[in-house]
Protein backbone atom coordinates (compact mmCIF):
# COMPACT_ATOMS: atom_id res chain seq x y z
CA UNK A 1 0.00 0.00 0.00
CA UNK A 2 2.96 2.24 0.99
CA UNK A 3 4.89 2.02 -2.69
CA UNK A 4 0.88 3.36 -4.12
CA UNK A 5 1.15 6.02 -2.11
CA UNK A 6 4.26 6.86 -2.88
CA UNK A 7 3.55 6.66 -6.49
CA UNK A 8 0.59 8.80 -5.89
CA UNK A 9 2.09 11.50 -4.19
CA UNK A 10 4.81 11.38 -7.28
CA UNK A 11 1.89 11.87 -9.32
CA UNK A 12 0.24 14.18 -8.00
CA UNK A 13 3.28 16.69 -7.58
CA UNK A 14 4.68 16.17 -11.15
CA UNK A 15 7.71 15.05 -9.77
CA UNK A 16 9.97 11.68 -10.29
CA UNK A 17 9.10 8.74 -7.48
CA UNK A 18 12.72 8.87 -6.29
CA UNK A 19 12.63 12.31 -5.53
CA UNK A 20 9.27 11.69 -3.34
CA UNK A 21 10.57 8.70 -1.77
CA UNK A 22 14.20 10.52 -0.86
CA UNK A 23 12.23 13.62 0.85
CA UNK A 24 10.01 11.50 2.92
CA UNK A 25 10.30 12.25 6.59
CA UNK A 26 10.61 8.81 7.56
CA UNK A 27 12.55 6.09 5.20
CA UNK A 28 9.97 3.92 3.89
CA UNK A 29 11.24 -0.56 4.51
CA UNK A 30 13.31 -1.78 1.85
CA UNK A 31 10.58 -3.03 0.20
CA UNK A 32 8.75 -0.56 -0.66
CA UNK A 33 11.71 1.62 -1.54
CA UNK A 34 12.38 -0.98 -3.79
CA UNK A 35 8.83 -1.41 -5.60
CA UNK A 36 8.79 2.30 -5.82
CA UNK A 37 12.20 2.44 -7.87
CA UNK A 38 11.47 -0.74 -9.72
CA UNK A 39 8.30 1.04 -10.84
CA UNK A 40 9.41 4.60 -11.79
CA UNK A 41 12.63 2.81 -13.35
CA UNK A 42 10.06 -0.10 -16.15
CA UNK A 43 7.35 2.69 -16.19
CA UNK A 44 7.34 3.04 -19.68
CA UNK A 45 7.52 -0.79 -19.96
CA UNK A 46 4.70 -1.57 -17.52
CA UNK A 47 2.28 0.92 -19.07
CA UNK A 48 3.05 -0.30 -22.64
CA UNK A 49 1.73 -3.86 -20.91
CA UNK A 50 -1.23 -2.79 -19.93
CA UNK A 51 -2.42 -0.35 -22.56
CA UNK A 52 -1.27 -4.40 -24.39
CA UNK A 53 -3.89 -6.13 -22.14
CA UNK A 54 -6.64 -3.84 -21.74
CA UNK A 55 -9.62 -4.61 -24.54
CA UNK A 56 -9.53 -3.31 -27.93
CA UNK A 57 -12.26 -0.73 -27.23
CA UNK A 58 -10.56 0.44 -24.30
CA UNK A 59 -8.68 3.65 -24.03
CA UNK A 60 -5.73 3.56 -21.96
CA UNK A 61 -6.22 7.47 -21.08
CA UNK A 62 -9.96 5.75 -19.34
CA UNK A 63 -7.94 4.05 -17.00
CA UNK A 64 -8.11 5.70 -13.38
CA UNK A 65 -4.67 6.88 -12.23
CA UNK A 66 -4.91 4.96 -8.94
CA UNK A 67 -5.68 1.26 -11.30
CA UNK A 68 -3.11 2.38 -13.20
CA UNK A 69 -0.97 2.73 -10.21
CA UNK A 70 -1.68 -0.57 -8.54
CA UNK A 71 -1.80 -2.33 -12.02
CA UNK A 72 2.07 -0.95 -12.18
CA UNK A 73 3.12 -1.86 -8.90
CA UNK A 74 1.51 -5.65 -9.03
CA UNK A 75 3.33 -5.85 -12.51
CA UNK A 76 6.90 -4.80 -11.26
CA UNK A 77 6.09 -7.74 -8.94
CA UNK A 78 5.41 -10.05 -11.38
CA UNK A 79 7.76 -9.62 -13.69
CA UNK A 80 10.68 -8.52 -11.51
CA UNK A 81 9.98 -10.50 -8.07
CA UNK A 82 9.52 -14.35 -9.14
CA UNK A 83 10.13 -15.07 -5.63
CA UNK A 84 6.68 -14.26 -4.63
CA UNK A 85 3.53 -15.70 -5.71
CA UNK A 86 1.49 -15.13 -8.33
CA UNK A 87 -1.66 -15.14 -5.78
CA UNK A 88 -0.41 -13.25 -3.20
CA UNK A 89 0.54 -10.53 -5.65
CA UNK A 90 -2.64 -10.23 -7.56
CA UNK A 91 -4.50 -10.67 -4.59
CA UNK A 92 -3.10 -8.00 -2.72
CA UNK A 93 -3.43 -5.57 -6.17
CA UNK A 94 -7.55 -6.96 -5.92
CA UNK A 95 -7.47 -5.66 -2.12
CA UNK A 96 -6.17 -1.88 -3.25
CA UNK A 97 -8.84 -1.91 -6.06
CA UNK A 98 -11.39 -2.24 -3.64
CA UNK A 99 -10.55 0.08 -0.77
CA UNK A 100 -8.78 2.70 -3.09
CA UNK A 101 -9.95 2.10 -6.63
CA UNK A 102 -11.32 4.26 -9.16
CA UNK A 103 -14.89 2.55 -9.60
CA UNK A 104 -17.29 0.16 -7.44
CA UNK A 105 -15.73 -1.79 -10.14
CA UNK A 106 -11.69 -1.39 -10.11
CA UNK A 107 -11.15 -4.59 -8.53
CA UNK A 108 -12.93 -6.88 -11.29
CA UNK A 109 -10.77 -4.80 -13.60
CA UNK A 110 -7.43 -4.99 -11.49
CA UNK A 111 -8.18 -8.51 -11.54
CA UNK A 112 -9.02 -9.47 -15.03
CA UNK A 113 -5.85 -7.47 -16.31
CA UNK A 114 -3.54 -8.91 -13.97
CA UNK A 115 -4.90 -12.87 -14.59
CA UNK A 116 -3.95 -11.78 -17.95
CA UNK A 117 -0.79 -10.73 -17.22
CA UNK A 118 0.32 -13.27 -15.42
CA UNK A 119 -0.76 -16.03 -17.78
CA UNK A 120 1.34 -14.33 -20.43
CA UNK A 121 4.41 -14.07 -18.16
CA UNK A 122 4.63 -17.63 -17.57
CA UNK A 123 4.20 -17.95 -21.52
CA UNK A 124 6.34 -15.87 -22.37
CA UNK A 125 9.09 -17.43 -19.66
CA UNK A 126 8.83 -20.53 -19.46
CA UNK A 127 7.51 -23.58 -21.18
CA UNK A 128 5.32 -24.91 -19.10
CA UNK A 129 2.56 -23.61 -16.76
CA UNK A 130 3.14 -23.38 -12.71
Excluded at 87 to 101: C, D, P, R, Y
Aim: aromatic content about 6%; charged content about 25%; glycine content about 8%.
Amino acid sequence: MRAVAILYEAEMKGQPPVVVLDGLAVAPDQLTAELVTGVADHVAELDARIDGLLREDWRPDRVALLDRLVLRTAGYELDHRPEVPTGAIINEAVELAKQFGGTDRSYVFVNGVLSAWAEGRFDATSSTSP
